[in-house]
C-alpha cells in the first residue's frame, strides 16, 4: 500500500527544491543583468571623457580657468550660478559632468573603481582646479549641496587611488618613494 502522506511529503520538498533552484537562477540573471547595465553605463562615462568637446572644456579647466578667476567680471558671471552663458563658461561642461558621474556612482548606477581606474587625473586635477568655483556658488546659492555628486566623485577617487597606490606599492617615478594622489601635478 502506498502511503501518500510520504508521496506528498517528497512532492513538497522537490517542490520547494525546484523553487529554491529557480531563485538562484533568477538572482544569478538579475547579478548579469545589473553588471551588463553597469558596463553600459560605465563605457557611455569612458566615452563621454574621451569626446573632443569634453577634451577641450577640461583643456580649459587645466590651462586657463586660473587666470581667468582672477579676472572679476568673470568671477561675477560664476557667482551668478542662473544666468551663466555656458559658451563663455567650458568649465561648467567638467563640473556637470563630474556632477553626474558622482551621482551614478554614488548611486551604485557605475561602478566607481572602474571609473577611477579610467579617469582617476581628470577627476582629482578638474576638482581641484574647480573648487573655488563650486566654493563660490556654494556661498552665492547658500546651497552646500551644490556640486555634491563631483565632490563625492573626487573624495572617492582620491580615496581609491590612495588606497590602491598602497596595497601595489606603488612608488612615485621620480623619487622611488610610496606614491600617493596629493603628488599629481
Same mark, same amino acid.
Given at each position: 500500500?502506498?502511503?501518500?502522506?510520504?508521496?506528498?511529503?517528497?512532492?513538497?520538498?522537490?517542490?520547494?527544491?525546484?523553487?529554491? *533552484?529557480?531563485?538562484?537562477?533568477?538572482? +544569478? /540573471? *538579475?547579478?548579469?543583468?545589473?553588471?551588463?547595465? /553597469?558596463?553600459?553605463?560605465?563605457?557611455?562615462?569612458?566615452? /563621454?571623457?574621451?569626446?573632443?568637446?569634453?577634451?577641450?572644456?577640461?583643456?580649459? *579647466?587645466? @590651462?586657463?580657468?586660473?587666470?581667468?578667476?582672477?579676472?572679476?567680471?568673470?568671477?561675477?558671471?560664476?557667482?551668478?550660478?542662473? @544666468?551663466?552663458?555656458?559658451?563663455? @563658461?567650458?568649465?561648467? +561642461?567638467?563640473?556637470?559632468?563630474?556632477?553626474?558621474?558622482?551621482?551614478?556612482?554614488?548611486?551604485?548606477?557605475?561602478?566607481?573603481? =572602474?571609473?577611477?581606474?579610467?579617469?582617476?587625473?581628470?577627476?582629482?586635477?578638474?576638482?581641484?582646479?574647480?573648487?573655488?568655483? *563650486?566654493?563660490?556658488?556654494?556661498?552665492?546659492?547658500? =546651497?552646500?549641496?551644490?556640486?555634491?555628486?563631483?565632490?563625492?566623485?573626487?573624495?572617492?577617487?582620491?580615496?581609491?587611488?590612495?588606497?590602491?597606490?598602497?596595497?601595489?606599492?606603488?612608488? =612615485?617615478?621620480?623619487?622611488?618613494?610610496?606614491?600617493?594622489?596629493?603628488?599629481? +601635478?
Amino acid at each position: 500500500m502506498i502511503d501518500w502522506s510520504a508521496v506528498a511529503a517528497i512532492g513538497s520538498i522537490l517542490s520547494a527544491a525546484v523553487i529554491a *533552484v529557480s531563485a538562484i537562477l533568477a538572482l +544569478r /540573471q *538579475v547579478r548579469q543583468l545589473q553588471r551588463a547595465t /553597469q558596463l553600459d553605463g560605465t563605457m557611455r562615462v569612458f566615452a /563621454q571623457f574621451s569626446d573632443p568637446e569634453f577634451i577641450a572644456a577640461r583643456k580649459f *579647466v587645466f @590651462h586657463e580657468l586660473p587666470n581667468k578667476l582672477k579676472d572679476p567680471a568673470f568671477v561675477a558671471e560664476v557667482k551668478n550660478y542662473t @544666468h551663466v552663458d555656458l559658451a563663455d @563658461h567650458p568649465e561648467y +561642461r567638467v563640473l556637470l559632468f563630474l556632477q553626474i558621474v558622482g551621482s551614478l556612482v554614488n548611486d551604485g548606477l557605475v561602478s566607481g573603481p =572602474n571609473v577611477y581606474r579610467f579617469a582617476q587625473y581628470s577627476i582629482i586635477k578638474s576638482w581641484e582646479i574647480l573648487e573655488p568655483v *563650486v566654493r563660490m556658488q556654494r556661498i552665492a546659492t547658500g =546651497n552646500p549641496y551644490m556640486w555634491g555628486g563631483a565632490d563625492f566623485l573626487y573624495e572617492n577617487a582620491k580615496r581609491w587611488l590612495a588606497q590602491d597606490a598602497a596595497r601595489r606599492n606603488v612608488v =612615485n617615478p621620480a623619487t622611488g618613494a610610496p606614491w600617493s594622489p596629493d603628488q599629481l +601635478r
